[in-house]
Every structure is written in C-alpha cells, then in structure tokens.
C-alpha cells in the first residue's frame, strides 16, 4: 500500500496531518507536483515534481497508482481514474470518493465548468474549516487502518 498526493492544490494543513499519519502508522508516501516541495525529513516520504502542463500531476498518479493504494485528490475526475484502477480516493475535507458516488461528482462538476465556460461566477471552493480538518484526519484514519489490516497476511 502507498499514499499518493495530489500536492499542487493539496492545503497545507492537510499535507501536515499526512505526514503525522505517515510516521505514525510508517506506510510510504509520494506527493506529485508541478512546483518544487518541501517535505519532512523522512525515508517514507518522497515528492515527484513534474513537468509544468494540465493534468501532468494527474497523469503521472494515474500511472504509478496501484490497487489497494490511497490517493489524496479534490481532483474528481483524477479520483474517478484512479477508483477505476482499484485505489481510494479521498479529498482533503474527509470525503471519500466511491464507485458509487463518483459518477454523480462527475456529473456536477462537468455541470459547474459548463456553467464557468459560459460566463456564469461559480465561486471557489469553500474555506477549509477546523471541522473539515477533523473530519480529513478520521477519514484518512479509518482507511489506513483498514488498509493496514488489509496488508497483513
């Protein structure tokens, strides 16, 4: 199991609860990035930067991503690819993105950028609230312990 960033939009709160986590329960992580990182000081942890582009981050995720890992994204249509390849996906406000849900998340963000293309101020995403945070740190919780448990032999 390894844990995959999606690190240029990635808040840096939650980057900080990952690298807790990571220490904590000492499964890899790699965030993936446009820009250069600044990361703890860790063997567990490691940065991809990638070349500047839409979607290269994206791509590269897609492509090292393996069943059974974990991919932190607010990407929806990067979480729809990587639950088709077997991987979770879980945004930085604690939701997970499902079999079930992602088609509907899709949905409303093809309707939004629909809406954005014509002309219509959509807004952006709402601020990352304390409850957000806690609710990211459970989520991330919970699955790295299922994940961790899932691992054993």
């Not at 990361?39 to 940065?47: A, N």
């Not at 974990?70 to 729809?80: C, E, F, G, S, Y």
Request: charge should be positive; include cysteine.
């Amino acid at each position: 199991m390894h844990i995959w960033v999606d690190a240029d939009a990635c808040p840096g709160v939650i980057k900080e609860i990952l690298y807790r986590a990571v220490q904590r329960t000492r499964i890899a992580m790699t965030l993936v990035a446009n820009q250069p990182l600044k990361t703890p000081p860790s063997p567990l942890i490691r940065s991809i930067q990638v070349g500047a582009g839409f979607d290269v981050a994206d791509n590269e995720i897609v492509a090292r991503v393996q069943a059974g890992d974990l991919v932190i994204t607010a990407d929806i249509p990067l979480a729809a690819d990587v639950i088709k390849k077997g991987a979770l996906a879980l945004n930085p406000r604690g939701e997970l993105y499902t079999e079930q849900n992602i088609s509907q998340r899709l949905s409303m963000r093809n309707f939004m950028d629909e809406l954005r293309g014509s002309g219509v101020q959509t807004g952006g995403p709402p601020v990352l609230h304390q409850r957000d945070r806690q609710a990211f740190a459970n989520q991330l919780d919970t699955l790295l312990q299922r994940l961790k448990t899932a691992d054993r032999p």
